[in-house]
Every structure is written in C-alpha cells, then in structure tokens.
C-alpha cells in the first residue's frame, strides 16, 4: 500500500505542474523566430533593471543584440548586465545612467550614447512609474506624466537623428490597457487642482498612445516606425510604491494571486521583442501589438479626438523647451 504521505505529495506535485502548464498556456505566443534575429542591432531599453525591461534585455541579449540599458539605478543596472554577459555570453551590453523624472539626466544619456554609438537600430520606452503621491520631477511635472511620457518624449526626440540616420529603425512605446481610462486634462495637465493616483496614470499611459501615433504621422516617409506594445498583465513591481503591495497582507494574499492570474517576465516581454525585431513588421507603423502579437489600431477614448495628439505634442515640447 502506497503511505498517505507520498499520495497527498504526488497529489499537490500533480496540482503544481498542471497549474505551471495551464500558466504558461494562458501565458500566450512566445517570439521563435531565430535565434539571433536581433544581431548587432543597437537596442535601448529604458527601465532595464526591472520587471518587462528586464525581462526584454534578456530575450535580447541572448539574440546577440548591442543592448544600452538605460536605468535609473546604475548599481542595479550593472547588477543585471554582468548576469546577462554571464548567461548570454554576449559581451556588447552597456549599463548608461538615465533618469527619466530629471531632463538634464536624459540629455547627458543621449550625449554619453552618441559619443558611443554610430548607430541606432530601436528604442524602446519602457520605463514607468505608478502608485506615487503626489510629487513632481526635478522640473516641476507631476511625477506619472513626467516619467511615462514626457521623460520618453524628450528621449525620443533628442535621439530621432539617431535613427533616422540608422533607418530602417524602429520606436517602442509600451503603454497599458488602462489608457482607454484616460482623459488628458488640458485644464489641470500637472494634476496642481486635485490629484488622483489612477487618474494621473491612466492620463500618462493615454499619453503615450497620443504620442505614438502623432510621432507615426510626423515619421512617414523616414524609414522610422512607431508602435505601442500592450503586454498584458504582467507580474512586476510596478505597484512597488504602493503601501498595501509592501505590506505582510498582500505578501500572504496578493501576491500568490498575482502569480497565479499574470505572466512572467518572459512572457511579458513577447510582444515587445516581436515589436522590436520582427522582420515582416519593418513598415508597420502607428500600431498597437499585445497579446498573441495582435495587430490594433490605436483606438482613442471617448471625447479624445486626433486633435488632442497635436495639442499633446505641442505642449510637450514646450515642457521640454525644445520650442
């Protein structure tokens, strides 16, 4: 007779491994095409150091791309890089220092990778924040909207000659669902009247969709393409600036929930490697890939209209005085 001990234990491993294969499934397409598909490409990852970024440099690192991860955290940074060298064996991988909430730190990036690199392949605008009270950047912009789209829309555009000199190139936004929730305040854009944790990034997330399809519009005929990726629910930090995240509560109760229901790294990170290298999407612009590779229009909210992607871009570059 089989003891009841090794019953119940070949009863939960059973469990375990049905719930790893039903996670994965539900996890989506993984990008297959050839290993090195991404070889010597000159890529930018911003928020490299952490959750899809991250997941994203390490899907490309070992496709033997020429990584700059842009991070924040330099020490974290690095942390990471010596890992992927190590499991990659792909020595073309730099850690430069970039602070999307601080303008002067984004044009000392773009300085320091410019003296560095003759060209550039695909940016992708990763980074973001979510979950802050309300504070501002270095120059003065409420922090969500500082960090998720104008830090990347000063990025972007100190670097286009860059790319436009590397075209075919491409631009990556990423972007979340919750971007349908959005609405762009022109009354209260910095959030100084009343503040609201979702509302200010759901504003920042609608945000990048307006950003990238005025920049697909402004990139015809360039060579230059710009997309927005929707990974989907992905288990990251993202809510890492939250107080019930980092409690003991949501360490026993959420967290076990949010591994069960969200993808990982890796499979959060598909839509964006599609996006970045697919060779068939080398002309696809001003679209929004997510799960399963996708392809959307980028469809706006109600009461939001293209006009307002104008009004964005203009006041974008007045915030980052490049009027």
Same mark, same amino acid.
């Given at each position: 007779?089989?003891?009841?001990?090794?019953?119940?234990?070949?009863?939960?491993?059973?469990?375990?491994?049905?719930?790893?294969?039903?996670?994965?499934?539900?996890?989506?397409?993984?990008?297959?095409?050839?290993?090195?598909?991404?070889?010597?490409?000159?890529?930018?990852?911003? &928020?490299?150091?952490?959750?899809?970024?991250?997941?994203?440099?390490?899907?490309?690192?070992?496709?033997?791309?020429?990584?700059?991860?842009?991070?924040?955290?330099?020490?974290?940074?690095?942390?990471?890089?010596?890992?992927?060298?190590?499991?990659?064996?792909?020595?073309?991988?730099?850690?430069?220092?970039?602070? %999307?909430?601080?303008?002067?730190?984004?044009?000392?990036? =773009?300085?320091?990778?410019?003296?560095?690199?003759?060209?550039?392949?695909?940016?992708?605008? $990763?980074?973001?924040?979510?979950? %802050?009270?309300?504070?501002?950047?270095?120059?003065?912009?409420?922090? !969500?909207?500082?960090? $998720? !789209?104008?830090? !990347?829309?000063?990025?972007?555009?100190?670097? %286009?000659?860059? %790319?436009?000199?590397?075209?075919?190139?491409?631009?990556? @936004?990423?972007?979340?669902?919750?971007?349908?929730?959005?609405?762009?305040?022109?009354?209260?854009? @910095?959030?100084?009247?009343?503040?609201?944790?979702?509302?200010?990034?759901?504003?920042?997330?609608?945000?990048? =969709?307006?950003?990238?399809?005025?920049?697909?519009?402004?990139?015809? &005929?360039?060579?230059?393409?710009? @997309?927005?990726?929707?990974?989907?629910?992905?288990?990251?930090?993202?809510?890492?600036?939250?107080?019930?995240? $980092?409690?003991?509560?949501?360490?026993?109760?959420?967290?076990?929930?949010?591994?069960?229901?969200?993808?990982?790294?890796?499979? &959060?990170?598909?839509? =964006?490697?599609?996006?970045?290298?697919?060779?068939?999407?080398?002309?696809?612009?001003?679209?929004?890939?997510? !799960?399963?590779?996708?392809?959307?229009?980028?469809?706006?909210? $109600? &009461? =939001?209209?293209?006009?307002?992607?104008?009004?964005?871009?203009?006041?974008?570059?007045?915030?980052?005085?490049?009027?």
């Amino acid at each position: 007779m089989i003891p009841r001990r090794m019953l119940i234990g070949s009863a939960i491993g059973t469990c375990l491994g049905i719930g790893f294969l039903i996670k994965d499934y539900l996890g989506g397409k993984k990008y297959t095409y050839r290993t090195n598909a991404g070889k010597n490409k000159v890529i930018i990852i911003t &928020g490299a150091n952490t959750g899809i970024g991250k997941g994203t440099a390490k899907e490309l690192a070992f496709r033997k791309a020429n990584l700059v991860l842009a991070c924040r955290d330099l020490h974290k940074c690095e942390k990471l890089r010596a890992k992927l060298i190590f499991s990659s064996k792909n020595q073309n991988i730099r850690c430069i220092k970039c602070d %999307l909430s601080s303008q002067k730190s984004i044009k000392k990036f =773009v300085d320091e990778f410019n003296q560095n690199y003759q060209k550039l392949d695909v940016l992708i605008n $990763n980074a973001g924040v979510y979950g %802050l009270p309300r504070k501002t950047t270095v120059d003065g912009i409420e922090m !969500h909207f500082g960090v $998720n !789209h104008i830090g !990347h829309f000063l990025l972007t555009n100190l670097l %286009l000659p860059k %790319l436009k000199e590397s075209a075919p190139s491409r631009i990556i @936004n990423l972007t979340s669902i919750t971007y349908k929730k959005g609405n762009i305040d022109k009354e209260d854009l @910095n959030f100084t009247k009343t503040y609201n944790i979702d509302q200010a990034y759901n504003q920042s997330k609608l945000a990048n =969709v307006l950003f990238t399809k005025e920049l697909a519009k402004r990139l015809e &005929g360039t060579g230059v393409t710009a @997309n927005a990726v929707y990974p989907g629910v992905v288990n990251t930090d993202l809510m890492r600036h939250t107080s019930f995240y $980092n409690s003991w509560i949501s360490g026993i109760a959420l967290k076990p929930i949010l591994w069960a229901i969200t993808k990982n790294l890796k499979q &959060g990170s598909q839509p =964006v490697l599609y996006a970045a290298i697919a060779p068939e999407l080398a002309t696809e612009s001003g679209y929004l890939f997510c !799960h399963n590779f996708e392809k959307k229009e980028l469809v706006l909210p $109600n &009461g =939001v209209d293209e006009s307002t992607a104008k009004w964005l871009w203009d006041v974008s570059m007045k915030w980052t005085k490049m009027l």
